[in-house]
């Protein structure tokens, strides 16, 4: 049987790297599995990672860029005796304790670790529309996060797409800087709630771009535009834009804990009240995998902390 871990952290985001900080300073010596750089759902760093600059974490009052921001964090918890592995979580089985943990096969008879508490900070991706150079136009012209880089497009002509509740929230916020702000959506009505719709049509600086989807991005180290079509004429055109929001849902990283935590029917994490603890005793979710609403990195920090702060006590009651 391999050596149980008194602490495991699936994941390094801001959540899974404060919660390292704050259980190796408790002297809990722990493991964090941080995910491959391969892995879309499973990135280490999480999403900061694909950022360029981040205004809005305090502390730095000139700004710093995301893969910076995440380093420094990364070397903190290094700093105090965290264990961190470039390595990918294939399987859990939180049926018995010691928890166990898989990496590599997860058929294996054998599992790769155990622990005693788990902490799971494993995130949330933003659905995205898989068209080629996404990637590499995320911070470069292309976002996610209306409140991380609205700031940046002031005066500007920008663009939206989609159709619900983040949408408008999304388009809402960036008419507080934007000249201009174009919802594309690809049906002739909106999914979104009555009450934001009515905010949205209310907008003088909100317009609408209906039966169309964006087809292609235009400009290879900076965003330049969209190719639209409009899905019942076929037409195409160029939109001319500096700035494009992608706001069609969020995807949480919950895929290996299904049937085994509690969830919520969007498929985040279930935690009780006010608390980052799961339905299994000594397992807690930190971070975006539980948290539909806010999804800031400073907030995700914050839960982190939160849950190793509660691990820590769950450690103590059970040693004793």
Same mark, same amino acid.
């Given at each position: 049987m391999p050596d149980v871990r008194d602490v495991i952290i699936i994941g390094?985001?801001?959540?899974?790297? #404060?919660?390292?900080?704050? #259980?190796?300073?408790?002297?809990?010596?722990?493991?964090?599995?941080?995910?491959?750089?391969?892995?879309? $759902?499973?990135?280490?760093?999480?999403?900061?990672?694909?950022?360029?600059?981040?205004?809005?974490?305090?502390?730095?009052?000139?700004?710093?860029?995301?893969?910076?921001?995440?380093?420094?964090?990364? !070397?903190q918890a290094e700093r105090f005796g965290?264990?961190?592995?470039?390595?990918?979580?294939s399987k859990v089985d939180l049926s018995a304790k010691p928890y166990s943990v898989w990496v590599g096969d997860p058929d294996a008879s054998?599992?790769?670790?155990?622990?005693?508490?788990?902490?799971?900070?494993t995130g949330a991706? $933003?659905? !995205?529309?898989?068209? /080629?150079?996404?990637?590499?136009?995320v911070g470069h012209g292309l976002s996610t996060c209306a409140t991380c880089d609205g700031f940046f497009f002031?005066?500007? =002509?920008?663009?939206? *797409?989609?159709?619900?509740?983040?949408?408008? =929230?999304?388009a809402n916020f960036l008419s507080r800087f934007a000249s201009k702000v174009i919802i594309i959506h690809r049906r002739s009505e909106l999914r979104a709630s009555k009450i934001m719709q009515d905010r949205a049509?209310?907008?003088?600086?909100?317009?609408?771009?209906?039966?169309?989807? *964006?087809?292609?991005?235009?400009?290879?180290?900076?965003?330049?535009? *969209? !190719?639209?079509?409009?899905?019942?004429?076929?037409?195409?055109? =160029?939109?001319?834009?500096?700035?494009?929001?992608?706001?069609?849902?969020?995807? /949480?990283?919950?895929?290996?804990?299904?049937?085994?935590?509690?969830?919520?029917e969007n498929g985040y994490l279930e935690t009780m009240p006010d608390r980052t603890a799961t339905d299994v005793e000594g397992v807690f979710a930190v971070g975006?995998?539980?948290?539909?609403?806010y999804r800031q990195a400073i907030t995700a920090a914050g839960s982190g902390c939160q849950g190793a702060l509660e691990a820590e006590r769950y450690l103590e009651a059970l040693h004793d």
């Amino acid at each position: 049987m391999p050596d149980v871990r008194d602490v495991i952290i699936i994941g390094s985001g801001p959540a899974g790297l #404060t919660a390292a900080i704050y #259980t190796a300073r408790a002297n809990l010596a722990p493991l964090v599995l941080e995910g491959e750089p391969s892995s879309n $759902s499973d990135q280490p760093g999480g999403q900061l990672m694909l950022t360029t600059d981040v205004e809005n974490f305090p502390g730095f009052p000139d700004g710093i860029m995301g893969p910076e921001l995440m380093m420094n964090f990364r !070397m903190q918890a290094e700093r105090f005796g965290a264990e961190i592995h470039t390595v990918k979580v294939s399987k859990v089985d939180l049926s018995a304790k010691p928890y166990s943990v898989w990496v590599g096969d997860p058929d294996a008879s054998v599992p790769t670790h155990h622990a005693n508490a788990l902490i799971i900070a494993t995130g949330a991706q $933003s659905i !995205m529309l898989d068209l /080629p150079n996404e990637t590499e136009l995320v911070g470069h012209g292309l976002s996610t996060c209306a409140t991380c880089d609205g700031f940046f497009f002031r005066d500007q =002509e920008i663009a939206v *797409v989609g159709g619900g509740d983040s949408a408008l =929230e999304e388009a809402n916020f960036l008419s507080r800087f934007a000249s201009k702000v174009i919802i594309i959506h690809r049906r002739s009505e909106l999914r979104a709630s009555k009450i934001m719709q009515d905010r949205a049509f209310n907008n003088p600086k909100i317009e609408f771009l209906w039966d169309t989807v *964006v087809t292609e991005y235009l400009g290879d180290s900076k965003l330049a535009g *969209v !190719m639209v079509e409009n899905v019942k004429t076929g037409e195409s055109n =160029e939109l001319p834009l500096s700035g494009l929001f992608i706001a069609i849902g969020h995807r /949480p990283g919950t895929d290996l804990y299904k049937g085994q935590l509690a969830m919520k029917e969007n498929g985040y994490l279930e935690t009780m009240p006010d608390r980052t603890a799961t339905d299994v005793e000594g397992v807690f979710a930190v971070g975006d995998v539980t948290d539909d609403y806010y999804r800031q990195a400073i907030t995700a920090a914050g839960s982190g902390c939160q849950g190793a702060l509660e691990a820590e006590r769950y450690l103590e009651a059970l040693h004793d």
